[in-house]
């Protein structure tokens, strides 16, 4: 068995797919593990650390692509990749980045095996498998972060001999992965926080970590905002449009977004935004955080290696909804939700 790691083609793209904690288990486990050459660079991991770790360093991709049983990445092979491909490998990825048919076509038509891992069903026992998850919760942290940084005010509630700062209000809107740990993320900073949601049962999740739910977003609440989160989405659609017009020049020349919808369109209406406001939009902002990002995502990969090979072998259970859930190519045919 040989499973190999790429370095990421895609512009920005910071991550690896594997970090040398995960490749030396599977090395220990009889597992054969092959890098191409600093591909973990930007993640802040060497080419030395994955040698120690038993992997082997390739010059190039195509070194790295060949004689390979199951290939991991973050994303799915772009189009110059997909000439390294052979007859029957097995790709592990996001597919977010596949928005034709066709190219799910392209990679059926190569008798390749392709796992979309952002199609990885919520269950109780498919938590360690969730990319999503993994990844959105860093895009909430990391969110915050940059909101703070491009703020011209301060979070948390300061009394000096000079005078007080009140703590800054912050409204996070689409309560999942990153929304939650966006609002964690506030709190922990000091700011007084504000969770809304279309979804009656994330009333109690928001509270739990110290927001205040609301039901209305008021013009005296959305003046006094200066750092608003939106995270909506809506699978294999157009992210909702969160602020009308009238809502958006009710906010302050202060104010700090962060729209984590972008890839799907946005949250934010960025031509209604009133003179002065900032908006920031990045659907990926664990890859500004790689070190930590890549380790989340390894532990993913990782797993679901555990779940595909056995006995040093691949063997994929079409029994199990996991699998059935996630391959969108097998055996020259292929699906996907949402394409």
């Not at 999503?132 to 300061?158: C, F, H």
């Not at 309560?175 to 709190?187: F, H, K, N």
């Not at 989160?229 to 809502?247: F, V």
């Not at 202060?254 to 935004?273: F, M, P, T, W």
Request: aromatic share 4%; with cysteine; net charge neutral.
């Amino acid at each position: 068995m040989l499973i190999a790691v790429p370095k990421e083609s895609i512009p920005l793209e910071t991550r690896v797919a594997l970090v040398p904690k995960h490749i030396a288990e599977l090395t220990s486990q009889g597992i054969n593990v092959q890098i191409e050459h600093h591909a973990g660079i930007n993640a802040g991991f060497s080419d030395k650390e994955y040698q120690q770790a038993g992997a082997k360093i390739c010059a190039t991709a195509a070194d790295t692509y060949a004689s390979a049983d199951i290939i991991t990445k973050i994303w799915a092979p772009q189009e110059k990749e997909i000439e390294h491909l052979s007859l029957g490998q097995t790709i592990l990825c996001n597919t977010r980045n596949i928005s034709s048919g066709k190219t799910i076509k392209k990679f059926s038509q190569a008798c390749i095996n392709l796992f979309a891992l952002d199609l990885i069903p919520r269950l109780s026992r498919t938590q360690s498998l969730d990319i999503l998850s993994s990844q959105n919760n860093l895009d909430g942290y990391e969110a915050v972060i940059i909101g703070a940084a491009n703020l011209k005010n301060t979070i948390p509630l300061l009394i000096t001999s000079a005078g007080s700062l009140p703590p800054l209000k912050t409204l996070v809107m689409g309560l999942g992965v990153a929304g939650l740990q966006a609002i964690a993320t506030a709190r922990r900073l000091g700011a007084q926080v504000y969770g809304y949601d279309t979804r009656p049962e994330t009333q109690e999740q928001a509270q739990s970590l110290g927001a205040t739910f609301i039901k209305e977003l008021t013009t005296d609440l959305l003046s006094s905002v200066q750092l608003i989160i939106t995270s909506a989405q809506i699978k294999g659609k157009p992210a909702p449009k969160l602020l009308s017009k009238q809502q958006l020049h009710a906010l302050s020349p202060l104010c700090v977004i962060i729209d984590l919808a972008a890839d799907s369109g946005g949250n934010i209406i960025q031509e209604h935004l009133p003179q002065g406001t900032t908006l920031i939009r990045d659907s990926h902002m664990a890859r500004r955080i790689p070190f930590a990002a890549s380790t989340m995502y390894s532990g993913n990969i990782y797993n679901f290696c555990q779940l595909l090979i056995k006995d040093n072998q691949l063997n994929i259970d079409f029994s199990d909804e996991i699998i059935i859930q996630t391959m969108i190519c097998c055996h020259t045919q292929s699906h996907h939700p949402y394409l």
